[in-house]
Structure formats: structure tokens, C-alpha cells
């Protein structure tokens, strides 16, 4: 993680110090368009870009620390535990497996209804290869 905030941090100074760059080039050449401006203007392009590939880096990373943070707390909650003490609940404890499992045919069902495929969405969900339910468990066992 610190690696990759370092990396932003460096992506974004060097996107400044392009952008000034700009601004420099810009006045020396009184207005006028000329080499220097057009490599400047073109090198904070690409630190533009690369500034962006660096701050999607870093959500993709937030993101899959949240899903992870979520699903061990489901995990807890699941097997029964908040906070180090028993939950009182009447739901019986679920594994870990079976979580995953669960968390897996949801995921496939979300980018299913935000790719607009509607259809069947729900059975192709279910039985994508990456999301195998168990036939272990009861609540899986076809009626």
C-alpha cells in the first residue's frame, strides 16, 4: 500500500512540474506557438495520463481493500463472532466457503444487470464456473 501511495504522490508531482512546465514554456514564447511550447504541452499529456492510470491504481486498490474488509466481516458475522464476543442471533453459523460462494454469484449478478443482459441473468449467474454453489449444503439442494 505504501507503494503505491508513493507512486501517486510521485505520478502527481510529476504532472505538476509538467504543468508548470506549460506555464513556463507559454510565457517564454510570448503567446506564440513554438516547439517549445508544443513538447511541453506534450509531455503534460502524457503526465496527465499517467496520473490518471496511477489514481485508477489506487481506487482499483481502495475498492478491493473494502470488498475484502466487507467480506471478513461477513465472515465474522457469519461464524457468529462481533467483536470477540458470541452474537446472539438464531441464524446458524455459515463457513467461509459457502460465504465466498454466495459473494461470488452475487458479484456475477451485479455486472450482469450493469452490462444490461437482464436475461437470464439470474440462472447464468448461478451456474458461471467461477461461482459454483455446493451441493454440500442444504440451501443449495434443488427441491
Same mark, same amino acid.
Given at each position: 500500500?505504501?507503494?503505491?501511495?508513493?507512486?501517486?504522490?510521485? @505520478?502527481?508531482? &510529476?504532472? =505538476? *512540474?509538467?504543468?508548470?512546465?506549460?506555464?513556463?514554456?507559454?510565457?517564454?514564447?510570448?503567446?506564440?506557438?513554438?516547439?517549445?511550447?508544443? *513538447? @511541453?504541452?506534450?509531455?503534460?499529456?502524457?503526465?496527465?495520463?499517467?496520473?490518471?492510470?496511477?489514481?485508477?491504481?489506487?481506487?482499483?486498490? =481502495?475498492?478491493? $481493500?473494502?470488498?475484502?474488509?466487507?467480506?471478513?466481516?461477513?465472515?465474522?458475522?457469519?461464524?457468529?463472532?462481533?467483536?470477540?464476543?458470541?452474537?446472539?442471533?438464531?441464524?446458524?453459523?455459515?463457513?467461509? =466457503?459457502?460465504?465466498?460462494? $454466495?459473494?461470488?454469484? =452475487?458479484?456475477?449478478?451485479? $455486472?450482469?444487470?450493469?452490462?444490461?443482459?437482464?436475461?437470464?441473468?439470474?440462472?447464468? *449467474?448461478?451456474?458461471?464456473?467461477? #461461482?459454483?454453489?455446493?451441493?454440500?449444503?442444504?440451501? &443449495? #439442494?434443488?427441491?
Amino acid at each position: 500500500m505504501e507503494g503505491l501511495a508513493d507512486s501517486l504522490n510521485s @505520478a502527481y508531482q &510529476d504532472f =505538476v *512540474a509538467a504543468a508548470t512546465a506549460v506555464l513556463q514554456a507559454k510565457e517564454n514564447a510570448g503567446a506564440h506557438k513554438t516547439p517549445a511550447t508544443d *513538447a @511541453a504541452l506534450e509531455n503534460f499529456k502524457q503526465k496527465w495520463e499517467l496520473f490518471k492510470i496511477k489514481c485508477d491504481q489506487a481506487e482499483e486498490f =481502495v475498492e478491493s $481493500m473494502k470488498q475484502r474488509i466487507g467480506s471478513e466481516c461477513l465472515v465474522d458475522e457469519a461464524a457468529g463472532h462481533v467483536a470477540g464476543q458470541a452474537a446472539t442471533t438464531s441464524l446458524p453459523p455459515i463457513s467461509a =466457503v459457502r460465504l465466498e460462494q $454466495m459473494s461470488k454469484a =452475487v458479484r456475477w449478478l451485479v $455486472m450482469e444487470l450493469q452490462q444490461g443482459s437482464g436475461t437470464g441473468a439470474s440462472n447464468s *449467474a448461478l451456474s458461471h464456473p467461477s #461461482a459454483p454453489f455446493d451441493a454440500r449444503f442444504s440451501e &443449495d #439442494a434443488a427441491p
